[in-house]
C-alpha cells in the first residue's frame, strides 16, 4: 500500500505485526536512509539486523523470506535491511509477501524507481507492504528540515540561517545534518545545553566548507577544469554524496549567474553588481563568482541550465544509472568552460 509521511513514520517507529515490508524509494536516498534508521531505533540497541544487498537476492530469492522468519541467534528482536535494491529483489519480495509466516519486519531502500516498476507495483498492491516515495526538500521545507535537525542538536537557528544551511547542503539531508554537527560542535550546543546559531556562527565555520564542501566542485565545473570537477566527483562520492544534490548546488550558482549577468548586460560593472549582492553570497564564494561572471556570457548560462535541469529529469527516472549520468553532466559542463576562458 501507498503511505504518507505520517503513516510510514508511525509505521517505521512502531512497526505493525500485518506489515512484513517497507519499501522506501525516491530521489532523496539520503531521506530514505533517515526512515529506516528509525526502524533500527525502534527495535532497541541491543537487536539484530541483517544487511542484505539487492544483487545477494537476485542469486537467492528465498533467502528475504527465510531471514525474515529466522529467530536471531542471541533471543533478542532481528530486523532485515536491504540497500541498495531495485527490481532484481522482485522474486524475493514476492516470496516474502506470500510466505506463511514472516516475523522480522525488512526495510527495503531503493533509489529512484519508475512508476512502472514490479516491484514497487508489487508493494503497492500489498497490504502486508508500505511504500514511501522521498524528495528532496524545497524552500520553506528545506528550511522546516534544517531547523528541526537543528533542534535535535540543541540549535536554535536564527532567520536566514536555516536557508543558508539547507543551500549550502543541497538540500541533503545526510549533509546538512553534518553541517548541524559542525555547528553545534562551534557553539557547543547540545539538547540539554541549547544555544543560538546566528550568521556570524555560520561564516565562522563555514557552511559547507571541509570534507562535505561542494563548493569546490561547482568551482571546477564553472571554471572549466575537468580534471579538478573529476577528483571533487571522486571524492564527494566517498562520502556520499552524488547524484541529484550535486545537480541542485550547481543549479543555485547557475540561477545566481543568471540574475547578476542580466544586471551586468543592463550596463552595471561586475564589481559594483557584486558589491551589491551583500548577504546573497557567502564572503568566501565571492571572487569565485565575480571570475565566473566574467567568464559565461547569458547565452552559455541559459544553455547550461537547461542542460542541469534536462539531467534532474533524467535522474529522476533513470534509477541507479542516476550517478553516473549527473558526473557525465557536471564534467561535459566542465569542458564547456574550459573554453570560455
Known sequence: MKANRGQIERALTAPPADIRLFILYGPDESGSRALAQRLDSAMGPGAERIDLEGSELKNDPAR?????????????????????AGDECLAAVDALLSAEQAGNPVVLVAGALKNTSKLLQLGLKSTAAMAFASYLPEGQDADRLAMAIAREAGLRLDPGVATRLAQA????????????????????????RPATADEDALDAIGAGAGESDLSRLVEAVLSGRPDAAGSELGRLAQEGIEGIVLLRTLLRRLQLLIQLRAEVDSGSSVDSVMASAGKALFWKEKDSVARQ?????????????????????????????????????????????????
Open 64 to 84: 528475504l523470506a527465510d531471514e525474515a522468519a529466522a529467530i536471531s541467534l542471541f533471543g533478542g528482536a532481528r530486523h532485515i535491511r536491504v540497500m541498495p
Open 169 to 192: 547542503a543541497g538540500n541533503d539531508r545526510a549533509v546538512l545534518s553534518r553541517e548541524i554537527e559542525k555547528l553545534a560542535l562551534y557553539l557547543d550546543a547540545a539538547p540539554e
Open 293 to 341: 561572471l566574467r567568464m559565461w556570457p547569458s547565452s552559455r548560462l541559459a544553455i547550461g541550465l537547461g542542460r542541469v535541469l534536462d539531467a534532474e529529469r533524467q535522474v529522476k527516472s533513470s534509477g541507479s544509472a542516476g550517478p553516473m549520468l549527473v558526473d557525465a553532466e557536471l564534467i561535459a559542463v566542465a569542458r564547456v568552460a574550459s573554453r570560455l576562458r
